[in-house]
Structure formats: structure tokens, C-alpha cells
DNA sequence: TCTGGGGTCCTAGGACCC
DNA sequence: TCTGGGGTCCTAGGACCC
């Protein structure tokens, strides 16, 4: 059986665990630079502040129903995440992370084993030990998992925040009820396909041949029918190792000469490098991109983008950093206002299994010089040290207007409790 | 004036091999 | 009138997820 544990409304409920006055008040959580709406809770939902508003539409519904409105704060977010994952491995050491947010954990086949309980414990304990709400789908299957933590969430009061399908009429009831586009998998471009064939929910794919469901949504969906049947066909993964890593950011303002893309750009293949060295891997190509802004005139836009193949793979910042820099040489163009840039380090291989070249020309000392860095931003503080190219001052501020304080991962940020006689 | 960031998997087609 | 058959690897683009 697999569980799926879901947090309710994640970045807004941790905005509400050190603001417990906002219980029941309408949130919503930006994007970075304070753009999007990337998280509402219930209240903010019901308010019709639609996923990815751009905020600067809904200043005035803002201001007018009191919605509290937080910059994103994803060094909170990632620490109560972690706690919330330790809870869940004490569970079983089958467990995948699927997103800040939801882990699948998995339990061996137990037929005297009740689900529902162990949904209930789980709820419990992450609510007390972190003040999180979750919600639990149990189920023989992911996607049925899915679709059963769907129901506990739709059903909160009835379910008691747990939903398990461990019958096969349970199952029927289940994906006769689950809309089509609520299937874990089914996006917005199969869906009106499918739709279009007159198909309404889960179930309704489930009784199509393959060889359809094989035309509409190719192998994936061969998989999808399979697990909406109740026979696994997804299996846990380990995705702790990524395989790629990018780091990419939209600029305060827009950026127009090649220096100031040179330091975001360099300063992006650091931050990348720095994750790809924390899984011991190495990578052998990076993309970089530039781009003007997607929103204004058609003249006045310019995209481009270019993958670096670097002749051995690398976990040298130093190195790679030069070959992003010659990459972004080849397609900067002057003239344009660039208002977002990335990079995605590509094809890693384990730093103790790499192949090595004959006639490297790598050096040796960037080994123990990585290490050096990496230890001691690790203990001071990101971008402690850096590279020269890096230096540019303070240009590349982030637009947070309302940022909550790192409650839990800086010491001067921790909340003061005054008692009362 | 202002519109996020980070991932995975699949397929078709090109280039190449014998 | 007519020009084989069987493979692999790589990439771009699409679709999906949170």
C-alpha cells in the first residue's frame, strides 16, 4: 500500500504556524520579486485569487478583503519541510520526497494492518510535533493514492483528513467519482482531447482500450490506466539525485549590458554547482539562457539560449563558470533589455565513477579548493567567498517587500516569547 | 512599472554505425 | 521499374508535476 501525505496550502500554513492570529484570515505567498501568487490558503481560494495571479492585478482585492500577503521565505519553507519529512521516515524507510510539500511512503503487503489508523497517527503527530496540517490518501497504487488524498482533502470533515482504498469497490466509487482532470498526470492539453471522445473521469479512461489510451497519452498513460485499475505500475523513486540543476531568476529590473548578465549568470552556475557538489556528482554540459521580457513588445524581445559541452566533466565552479561566461558571450546580444537569465547544469556523473581523461587539463588543487569554499559558506553563510567575477555589489537584490523572518534557521530571527505572571 | 522556479519522462527525427 | 535491414545515440520539443 502507498500513502501519499499532502500539506494543506503548504507555504501559507507556514506563514500561519509563527502568526497563529492569521487562523483562519486569508494568505497568499509571491513568487520571487514579489510577482506571482504561488500559495493561497483556504480563505484567500475561496476569495477567487486565482494560482499564479500576478499580484500586481489584485493589489486592490489585497487591500480590500485583508489578505495577508508574504514574500516567499523558501529557507522556512524548506526547514518545516524537513521536519515534516523526518516524521514521515520514522513510518518506513520506503519513502520518495515527492515535492517540498508530499511524500509517498510505502507499506509492506499487511492485511491486519489498519490504515486508517496510521493515517490518523501521522496527522497527529506532524500536526503537534510541527504545527503543519496535512492530509493522508492511502491507497494499492500512487495514482490511487493520489486521487484517495484528493478525497480526505475535498472531504476533510467527513474523512477526518485520511481517505484509504483498500477495496475494490472503494476503488470504483473512487474513480467514478474523480473528475478527469484531477487525475494525477492528465494535463491541460490531454484534457480536452479526451474530453472531446467523451470521456468525464478516472473511470472513463480506465474502461478505454489501450492501444486509445497508448494514441492519446502514449506510454505514460498505459501506466496511468493501470495504476487507476489498482496494478502498480509506477514504482517509488529515489530522487535525491537530481539529474540536471538549474538555477534561474527574473532581475528586479531589466539588465543591459553583457557585464551585469556575466555576474548573474556566474553567480547562477555557482549556486548550481553548489547543490551539484553537495550529491557528489560532477557534470559535463551547462545551458545557459538570456531573455528579455516575454510580456512587452514583440520588437523589443530577444530569447536565446546554448548548451556548453565541456571536454571532461567537472565539479569546479571555476571551470565551468568559464564555460558559461564563453557560452553567454555567444549569444548576448547588446541592444536589449533582459529581464530574466538561468542555467541548467546537465549529464552528471558520480564524482567516484567518473571517466577520466588520458591528457586532462583539469587541476588537481580545485578539489581541496571547492571543498574549502563549500565548508566554509556551509559555516558562514552563503557567498562568504566568492569568485571575482561574482563581485558586482549589490545589483541583484530580489524585490521582497514582505518577508516573513527566518523564524527557524537564523539565530537573530528566532521568536521571543514573553510569559506572563 | 509590475507576470516564478525547479524538476521528470517520452517521442520523433537526424546522424551515425555495420 | 528499380536503390536493404537492423541498430544506437543524441537532441529538441512537448507534456506533465509541484
Not at 514521515?88 to 511524500?103: G, K, N, R, V, W
Not at 481517505?163 to 478527469?180: G, Q, T
Not at 571543498?371 to 566554509?376: E, K, L, T
Request: net charge positive; with cysteine.
Amino acid at each position: 500500500m502507498f500513502a501519499l501525505v499532502d500539506c494543506n496550502n503548504f507555504y501559507a500554513s507556514c506563514e500561519r504556524l509563527f502568526q497563529p492570529a492569521l487562523e483562519g484570515k486569508p494568505i497568499v505567498v509571491l513568487s520571487n520579486n514579489d510577482g506571482c501568487v504561488i500559495a493561497r490558503s483556504n480563505e484567500a481560494k475561496a476569495l477567487g485569487i486565482p494560482m499564479g495571479a500576478p499580484a500586481f492585478q489584485y493589489q486592490e482585492l489585497f487591500k480590500e478583503k485583508q489578505v495577508s500577503v508574504f514574500s516567499a521565505n523558501f529557507p522556512l519553507y524548506g526547514d518545516i519541510s524537513n521536519r515534516v519529512m523526518q516524521i514521515l521516515a520514522s513510518y518506513t524507510p520506503d519513502i520518495e520526497i515527492y515535492s517540498i510539500d508530499e511524500a509517498f511512503l510505502k507499506f509492506p503487503d499487511n492485511h491486519s494492518v489498519n490504515y486508517q489508523e496510521i493515517g490518523q497517527r501521522i496527522r497527529k503527530q506532524i500536526l503537534q510535533w510541527t504545527g503543519m496540517p496535512v492530509c493522508v490518501g492511502i491507497a494499492p497504487t500512487k495514482t490511487l493514492a493520489k486521487a484517495a488524498n484528493h478525497i480526505a482533502k475535498k472531504f476533510k470533515e467527513q474523512r477526518a483528513g485520511v481517505h484509504v482504498i483498500d477495496s475494490e469497490e472503494m476503488r470504483l466509487k473512487a474513480v467514478r467519482w474523480l473528475k478527469l482532470e484531477d487525475v494525477w498526470g492528465i494535463g491541460r492539453r490531454s484534457l480536452p482531447r479526451l474530453q472531446h471522445y467523451g470521456l468525464k473521469t478516472a473511470y472513463d479512461l480506465t474502461q478505454k482500450e489501450d492501444a486509445f489510451v497508448k494514441k492519446q497519452l502514449s506510454v505514460t498513460g498505459l501506466r496511468l490506466k493501470m495504476e487507476l485499475l489498482g496494478i502498480p505500475a509506477v514504482l517509488l523513486e529515489d530522487n535525491s539525485i537530481r539529474q540536471s540543476i538549474s538555477v534561474t531568476r527574473t532581475f528586479e529590473h531589466p539588465y543591459t549590458t553583457f557585464e551585469e548578465l556575466r555576474e548573474r549568470v556566474s553567480t547562477f552556475t555557482v549556486m548550481a554547482m553548489e547543490k551539484l557538489r553537495a550529491q557528489h556528482h560532477s557534470c559535463r554540459s551547462i545551458y545557459v539562457f538570456i531573455r528579455t521580457n516575454r510580456f512587452g513588445d514583440e520588437s523589443t524581445q530577444y530569447n536565446n539560449q546554448m548548451v556548453a559541452i565541456l571536454p571532461e566533466s567537472t565539479n569546479s565552479t571555476i571551470v565551468l563558470v568559464q564555460h558559461a561566461i564563453a557560452a553567454l558571450q555567444k549569444i548576448f546580444k547588446p541592444g536589449y533589455r533582459y529581464s530574466k537569465a538561468g542555467v541548467t547544469l546537465m549529464q552528471f556523473e558520480e564524482d567516484n565513477a567518473r571517466q577520466l581523461q588520458l591528457f586532462t587539463t583539469a587541476d588537481p588543487r580545485h578539489i581541496s579548493l571547492m571543498r574549502a569554499m563549500d565548508s566554509i559558506n556551509g559555516n558562514f553563510g552563503q557567498q562568504k567567498i566568492r569568485l571575482a567575477v561574482q563581485d558586482c555589489g549589490a545589483v541583484w537584490k530580489m524585490k521582497q517587500a514582505t518577508l516573513s523572518p527566518r523564524y527557524t534557521t537564523q539565530l537573530e530571527d528566532i521568536i521571543t516569547i514573553h510569559a506572563q505572571e
